[in-house]
């Protein structure tokens, strides 16, 4: 249930916190010396207490589906790649570091990878599918010197991402 919980979280734009709650949930896992993710982990637990499930001491799966959480999370809502019409013909880039120092990742389209790289300085984007709108907020003017970028509103800015094109956007986070 960890999952619907912080995906609702990220939809609502709360990515420093779960970042945190990543760190915290996964990461105690990984603390403790995993190399996959559990079925269930409960940080109050104590030694071979976090292998017991079902009523038997070893009956916990240590290599869980569910555990690929946090990698459908900062794919949708910290690379923010969302398609606005099928097959990702448009698609809208609204990239979120929600805490994190940067983020890069590729989001598969029909047509190719959209690659995202986030800094507090820098953005990079290419777009292998249809047309792109990388959106951003920035608190001074961002320079782009492989396209226009425009202003939206006061700090929000837009860039169009052409197909098979790359920029990159040097920006005031």
Known sequence: MRFYELEALCALGEQTYVTKEIK???GGML???ATSFWEEYNPSKKGAEHYAMYGRDFGKSLCHAWGASPI????KYYLGVKPTSPAYATYLIEPQLGGLQWIDGKVP???GDVSVYCSAKEIKVTGAAGVGTLRFKSKAKPVCKQGDVRSVSAGLYELTVEK???YVVSYKL
């Open 24 to 26: 915290d949930y996964w």
């Open 31 to 33: 603390n403790l010396g």
């Open 72 to 75: 459908y999370l900062l794919g």
């Open 109 to 111: 389209t029909p047509d």
């Open 164 to 166: 098979g094109k790359s």
